[in-house]
């Protein structure tokens, strides 16, 4: 099975956090999304709970970083 080399990418918004895998080329080769539930305060900021936020970034970077098809750079 072929590896590559591969840079990983994170996006934290106010819908929920995403972890992209790109190669050399920078072509996403691999993604993870999970939704993160998001409290809109009186003042109108996007607000999240810190643990589900962490939690979220652990679920979608544990599985990119231990793909055998990937070598995170």
């Given amino acids: ?3 590559t080399d591969a ?3 994170l ?3 106010s ?3 995403r972890a992209r895998a790109h190669d ?3 072509t996403a080769i ?3 999304s999970v939704d993160v539930a998001t409290r809109v305060g009186a003042d109108g900021a996007s ?3 810190l643990r589900a936020v962490l ?3 652990r679920e979608v970077v544990r599985p990119l970083a231990t793909d055998p098809r990937l070598r995170i750079v």
């Fill in 15 to 17: 819908s929920g956090v």
């Fill in 11 to 13: 996006d934290l918004s």
């Fill in 30 to 32: 691999a993604e993870r």
């Fill in 24 to 26: 050399r080329t920078l």
């Fill in 47 to 49: 607000c999240h709970d």
């Fill in 1 to 3: 099975m072929p590896v």
């Fill in 55 to 57: 939690s979220a970034v």
């Fill in 7 to 9: 840079v990983l990418a």
